[in-house]
């Protein structure tokens, strides 16, 4: 993938994590895109309250990866850099 097409697909993902931002943003977190590698796996950055939250893990699954992959299916995975380990 090229730099153009990746920062393509990470500004596409970040907005339409936008659907899911407010859910977040309750209870004091956000989440930010930081990459996404050739093998279509995208990297996040929890912020906010979502760093320590031992919620995190089940968000991550039933709502930032599936939002992700509901609308970008070449999605293969999405890992959080940051936060509570599972």
């Not at 920062?7 to 309750?26: A, C, F, M, Q, T």
């Not at 895109?33 to 050739?38: C, G, L, R, S, Y």
């Not at 089940?58 to 999405?78: D, H, L, S």
Request: proline share 3%; with cysteine; charged share 25%.
């Amino acid at each position: 993938m090229s730099d153009p097409e990746r920062l393509n697909l990470i500004k596409e993902i970040d907005i339409i994590l936008n659907d899911i931002r407010p859910h977040l943003k309750v209870d004091g977190g956000d989440i930010e895109v930081v990459d996404v590698t050739d093998e279509f796996t995208v990297k996040v950055k929890w912020l906010g309250n979502c760093i320590n939250c031992s919620m995190s893990a089940m968000t991550m699954r039933a709502g930032v990866e599936q939002t992700i992959k509901a609308k970008f299916p070449e999605i293969q995975n999405v890992i959080a850099l940051n936060g509570i380990a599972v």
